[in-house]
């Protein structure tokens, strides 16, 4: 082994395999799919978070720029204000549906103190209804999550994947089934749950 | 001194001496066989190789993983380094496709994509780009960059105008808040738009026949995919990508005052 690499051809010919196969990865990432860590508590109770342990999920880049996704879904997509990072968030409203910009269970005065302290909901409306080409995203983790309540509905075609699984923590590894894991609690009033 | 007598050369052979082992002299009359000239050392001529390679399963699995790397290859010079898109719309009508409406003739243009395509870094003002539509996710977009973030831009027509709220359906649009202490409450001025951070404002040249953010509001960066280099309109006629719009068009787009922004501070880690 060691006089074949001695030569230097032979080096060169193995960076030429290697950068082929890191090309092969890059572009099978973009755009059929793959495993990447994830970080930050908004989808607390679905992909958990630890201290030291990043959990991993499994996403679909077939789903990107929003094929095929749909309410209850879990995406990543690219930040509309912050392009460089990514954000993974559920889908909570399709073009066409209303959402309400404010929380479940905060009380309608907290839109009035959004603007000062800027932290929830800088829309200034109530209800909305999800313009053509865009969805609305929200952390199920709805206390820590800077979602569609902040920027706004998400274009589509920022959705970059569809996320299929969480694998890595393997305690709470489980697929992510669309409407297996959000429940529909009461038949008229139509709030989305998460089981546990 | 007597001349030397000239070299005899002896015409015929020396006789050889026929032995019962020895092979016949080759006469002409008998054709030559392929097996006359027998090597020193014989060795079995080389096997012949099929068209498949001694080693089928081996080498077609390496031709298919370069074959694959390939096509890899060139989505990524696609996707980083040039791209070439045709142009169907005549929203950039003096600049792109300044013949649709006449003759039909399409232009095709030359992208390059930015450094770190999607991320939307390094775009200035007048650069023309295609980016993926925030209303229709699955086409491409052509339009020229007026705003960046943090300008002013005031419109001439468009949703900033309009006194109807919420009409883009909770999209940021970069107006002014409700001002309670104003005698009747209104935007602190109609038609003046802040482009929020991270979004960019687009313009068509040909504002008459243009949806672009007049209408649906400010665009988010990561929609952009390159900046338009070169137009192509047919063999030997390459023109680098310009302004061509007279003084009326330019007259009818959207006055920016340059500014700055800041990232919210919500969107600080």
Known sequence: MAPRLANPHEWSRIAFNLSKVALVVHIFQRYIGGISPTAGMSMVPTIPVHYHKRPYILYSSLHRRGRGVKVGDVITYKSPVVASSQGCKRIVGMPGDFVSVVTPGRRDEDIEAVDVDGRWASLGQQVVQVPEGHCWVAGDNLEWSRDSRLFGPVPLGLVTGKVL???????????????LDVKDVQEKEHEWVIKR | MP???????????A?????????PPPTKSTPRTPTRSQPSHPTPPPPRTPWYGTRPIRSGLIWTANTVAMGCALLWVRDHHVDVLSIKGVSMAPTVNPELHETGKKDWVI?????????????????????WKTHKPEECGI?????????TV??????????????LGGMPD????????????????????????????????????????????????????????????????????GDERGKKEKARASRVVEGRAELPAVFLE
Request: net charge positive; proline share 7%; aromatic share 10%.
């Open chain 2, 154 to 167: 005031y419109v001439k027509r468009g949703y900033a105008l309009d006194k109807q709220e919420g009409k």
């Open chain 2, 174 to 241: 970069g107006l002014g808040s409700l001002d309670p202490d104003a005698v009747d409450g209104r935007m602190e001025e109609v038609g003046k738009v802040v482009v929020p951070y991270g979004h960019v404002w687009v313009e068509g040249d040909n504002s008459r026949f243009t949806l672009d953010s007049r209408d649906y509001g400010p665009m988010s960066k990561g929609l952009l995919m390159g900046r338009v280099v070169w137009i192509w309109r047919g063999w030997g006629e390459w023109v680098r990508m």
């Open chain 2, 15 to 23: 006789p050889v001496a026929r032995t019962r082992f020895a092979p």
């Open chain 2, 143 to 151: 339009k020229r960059v007026v705003g960046l973030e943090g300008d």
């Open chain 2, 111 to 131: 992208v390059r994509p930015y450094a770190q395509s999607g991320h939307g870094r390094g775009v200035e003002r007048g650069d023309v780009v295609t980016f």
């Open chain 2, 3 to 13: 001349p030397k007598p000239p070299i005899r050369i002896p015409k015929t052979s």
């Open chain 1, 165 to 179: 699984a969480v694998m890595l923590p393997l305690s709470d590894a489980k697929w992510l089934g669309g409407e």
